[in-house]
């Protein structure tokens, strides 16, 4: 089977692009949490499409995908505990109502 | 010695700061003790003071090296009198004040202050710490006057000072100049400068760096501190801050701005601008005569016009000072055709230095005097007295002698400073001379004026009640009248402290005197 | 005799001792005071005596002394290389004087001491008195010019002090003043001529035993050309002169001698009419050679003149007083007229004579006339005495000799010098002599007036107080009536009689009348020619003697008296409110004349008012120009600070950085609006940003 590169690399536009208009466009912060996380896969996507091409002779981008995995990982957790303290201060996950850092 | 002169008041002062407040009869005491010490010591200077030897107790430490400043003190014949005379005034002017009760300790401290700066302008020899002196002798003098002053204090205090200063600023920058073109301050070494010419030049050099005629530039300088003693002294047209200081000041203050302050300015003459600036004094010496000879007649004018007893006195100042002037002019004044020039110009000099003595002693005489009248009645209107020597025949009797002294009756002092000034003056500058004699007969006409409003006529009967004056009034008329019969009678001791340094004088201005003689006759 | 001149010295120092001690007397002491002051003054007098003795030899050739003159100079004080001598003199010319002065005084004194007797500053009166004969011996006394100067000063001091002596009274205060300044103009003159004669000779000694006195160079300083087309010699003693016309009340100078009769009558009679006075005369005779030094020049002619137009002037105001002293001032005014003219037209014997006989006759005249002052209670107004002739006959006969004297009637003293006087200048200019006999007729006339409205007819006075001005005087303006002297502030009645004085009044009285009848016979030539020319200036020519001038001289005289026994002795006053007889034939004329030719309100309109002016005028340049000047600085300096203040600080500085400030906080508030707080808005704004630099990645 011979998939050509762009394949993947189309696919993983295609899921940057929907996390992106997740991210921008929801009002629940959980669901802008998803997004980023697609838009990461997005790219962890790329990196192994580039190894399994040979366009890196060492492991790095196995390397780097697997930290990018645990560190995704983390950031949805302390990103959902962040979600979980807006929650109980502003009795909502409406990312339009979080605006106390406004100058 | 000299140093111990200066600087005995200013022990006194910090002695008096040491005390409390409100131990006013010893701050008294500690004032007029500091005071007294250095006149003792300033008797001991003049009686050991030898004419002949030039600049002597001379004091010479190297002070601030890199600006070339050293501390440099000596007296002359210029000098000793005046600082005898302020030795003389200052414990009078002291006495004077003892009943004073309104802030005894800062009132008398000023005082010394005043005494130590007076005392280092006549001794200093380096214009560096001379300026200090110069300038302390102001600061003092604008608090007495702003603190104890009458009605108009402010304004007058103000007046006083910023005039004072504007000169002062002049001075100061006339020579910085010359400074820059000497690297020195000192003024026996800028004298022999001048005489030998490398003043000149160097003048004309700096003027050229800086693009200027090196004339003009010699010219702005010497204006520039002519200025400074011009209003000190005060000539004619810088004298209007005079009367309303004296007016305004206490007595005290009066005597002592009277007696040393406007000596300083004349003193300037004699020991500045006439040995540092030859040239340029004797090129312009027939303006200078002719505002010498406009304080003599405008000021013995003005005087007739007053009706203020105190500022009838203060005016008559700038008359006697004008008559000092002029015959420090005459001895810059060129006289070709004069045979014995060199005993003219010193008859002048030395007649001018004995009237700087001369009306110190008499104008404190007459401020005091006024002081006694103005603490009794509260007035100083002329009108407002009247017969006063029927119940003052000792206050009388004593501002009688001051007033004829201060009018020139022979057998006073004033006669004898008076007469030679117009012995040396009248061959060598004829008219001014001539025309200033009728100041003379102005200056009678108001003194007498005034002793008639004061003593004589019927007795306002609002004073009948006055007491004459007490013990130690007397004590301080009789320490003047003193000086004024001793010089009036004999004044050669006098005139051979001053005599030497006044020929030295004289001889810058007529450098071939045996030439001039010989083509003259 | 060199020993005598240095003793010279000793002659003002007793009086100036006794005055010494006077000012430390206290009031009360009277008798002592007197005692010190006579004393002195005796002592000093035969000092002057010895000396005056010791001169007679001179100058003559004689045996014994070949000497002109003794003299000895002292050094003062030094200065420049040279030094300023003073010195005594010892010549006729000082010891007559000198006698004179010290003789007179010592009788003077000895009358004060009753005319003075009730009043309280007694001591200070002797104090002034003695310091008086001090400054005057010192004067005459005096080989130097500034010496001679010195002491002129101090004796106008004295007549100062003692014209004010009753200084309450502000007719007085005013008369003292008047009499310091008018002598004061003339002393400038006299300053003036000291600088020139000390200039041009180098000296003021007046004579040096070397021989280069100022004096002794007159000859020299006459081949110099002076100013005004005088020699040099020529104008100093024309500037000396001045000093004189000032001194010896010369017109127009004259105008203090009179109101200087404000002071007590002894004070009159010993320096305003016996020494003092005289003192420029006398300066003029001591300063003879300048003078005369240049026979070309204008100053003897104008010497000449002045005298001579003085002598009449005052002896025409004489004849309308009413006031008993001013009479006599104005009198002395003439007669020192007299003596500069004898001096003037070249006689400096007959003007030296003439102050000697007239310091006594007048000191005689002007003491009686205190006596009647005192006799009739402090009254000077002859219109209210009369009749005094049988109250007081010794005054009365002394008075007599010396109106006599006065009038120049033989044998008296006054008929010899007058008439040398009237000899010299009758051949040097008719005109003055004729003007000269003219006033000596006025001088007759008016003093014989005085002798019967004073001592004739009925006592008029004694009469309660009654309104002084006549109707005359209403209808020509007011006449210049006498007001008595008032005595340490009492108040007389004059209810009672006048009274005859006590001897200590009337024996200087008789000793000066003795001399006012016997002096004169010094100067007569029938005595074996005239002993006085002699004595004083045997070298100078005698005039030619001239029956004419002699008889006329006379004739007017006694032509004065008779009229004068015709207006006034035929028909007494009766009372003293009627007008003056001669008041009633020419009422303007006499108006004017005891106006004293309105010469007082001249120089009140003139002289006064422009000094007056002159120091209002330069108390406004002060005040106004001057200060203004310093005003118009201060408020230009003010003006400029504000300027910097609020133009420079304020808007440029302060504004420029507080706009600056302004703005960046604006800007802020601009930017903040970016900063929503959303989260999302700035993510969107990061994707945007991404999506640009891609943009510009792919197709830039």
Known sequence: MNVPLSNYLMLSAFLFAIGLCGALSRKNAIIVLMGIEIMF???????????????????????????????????SAVGLALVIAVYRHYKSVDMDEMKSLQG | MLSLITFTPLLGAVAVLCLPKTYERSIKVVSLLASVSSLLLALCVWSRFDP?????????????????????????GLSVAMVLLTAIIMPLALLAHWKHDRNVKLFFLLFLLLQTGMFGVFTALNFFHWFIFWELGLIPMYFLIKIWGAEDRTYAAFKFFLYTLAGSVTMLLAFAFIYLATNSFDFIDLRQKAASGELTAAIGRLATSLHMNPTVFGSLLFWGAFLGFAIKVPIWPFHTWLPDAHTQAPTGGSMVLAAILLKMGVYGFLRIILPIFPDQVQ??????????????????????AQTDFKRLVAYSSVNHMGYAMLGIFATVAAAPNVADVVNEKAAALNGAILQMFNHGISSAALFFLVGVIYE?????????????????????????????????LPGLNGFVGEFLIFKGSFPIVTLVTALATIGLVVTALFLLNMIQKVCFGPLNERWSGLRDMTGREIFIGAVLMLFMFWIGIYPAPFLNASNTAALHLVHLFQKVPETMMALGH | MSELVRQQWLI????????????????????????????????????????????????????????????????????????????????PLTAGMAAMVAFVSFWIFVNATGYMSSDENFTRFFCFLSLFGASMLGLVVSNNLLLLFMCWELVGLCSYLLIGFWYFKPSAAAAMKKAFITTRVGDIGFFLGILLLYWQSGTLSLYTPEGTGALQQAGKLATLTGWWGLSMAGTIAFLLFIGAMGKSAQFPLHVWLPDAMEGPTPVSALIHAATMVAAGVFMVGRMYPLFTAQSHDWVMTFVMWIGCFTAVFSATIAVAQFDIKRVLAYSTCSQLGYMVMGLGAGSLVAGQFHLLTHAFFKALLFLGSGCVIIGTHHEQDMRKMGGLRKYMPITFWCYLIGTLALCGIPPFAGFFSKDEILLATYYRSPWAWGLGTFAAFLTAFYMTRQIFLVFFGPWRGGRPEAHPHSQLAEAHGELDVPHGEAHGGEVHLHAHAPHEIPWNMWLPLVVLSAFALFMGWLGTPWLGGNLFHHYLAPEEAVPQHS????????????????????????????????????????PVMFTVLNRKWYIDELYEVTIIHFTTAGATFFRLVDKLLVDGCLHAIAWIAWGLSQLFRWGGDELVINGGFDASCESVRLGGKVLAKLQSGRVQDYFRVLSLGFAILLLIYFFA
């Open chain 3, 12 to 91: 003002p120092l007793f009086p100036l001792a006794a005055a010494a001690i006077q000012s430390l007397l206290k009031r009360p002491a009277r008798k002592l005071s007197a005692t010190i002051c006579i004393g002195a003054m005796g002592i000093s007098c035969v000092l002057t005596l010895r000396a005056l003795f010791a001169t007679f030899g001179f100058g003559r050739g004689g045996e014994h002394y070949e000497v002109e003159r003794v003299i000895w100079n002292f050094t003062w004080f030094s200065f420049g290389n040279t030094s300023l001598s003073l010195g005594f003199i010892l010549d």
């Open chain 2, 52 to 76: 002949s030897a030039g600049l002597m107790f001379e004091e010479r430490i190297p002070w601030i090296t890199a600006l070339n400043v050293d501390y440099r003190l000596g007296v002359d």
């Open chain 3, 547 to 586: 029956d004419f001038v002699l008889w006329l001289s006379i004739g007017v005289g006694l032509f004065g008296i008779v009229l004068g026994w015709l207006v006034y002795g035929r028909k007494p006053l009766q009372n003293a409110l009627d007008d003056d007889p001669l008041a009633l034939t020419t």
């Open chain 1, 41 to 75: 896969n997005a790219g962890i996507l790329n990196l192994i499409a580039f190894w399994h091409y040979k366009l890196f002779v060492a492991p790095t981008a196995q390397m780097f995908a697997i930290f990018a995995i645990s560190i995704a990982a983390a950031e």
């Open chain 2, 283 to 304: 090129a312009h010496v027939n303006i200078l005569l002719l505002l010498a000879l406009a304080s003599i007649i405008f000021g013995a004018f003005a005087a007739l």
């Open chain 2, 376 to 408: 009794r009645t509260h007035t100083r209107k002329l009108e407002d007295y009247g017969g006063l020597r029927i119940i003052l025949p000792v206050y009388t009797g004593i501002l009688g002698i001051s007033m004829f002294s201060s009018l020139g």
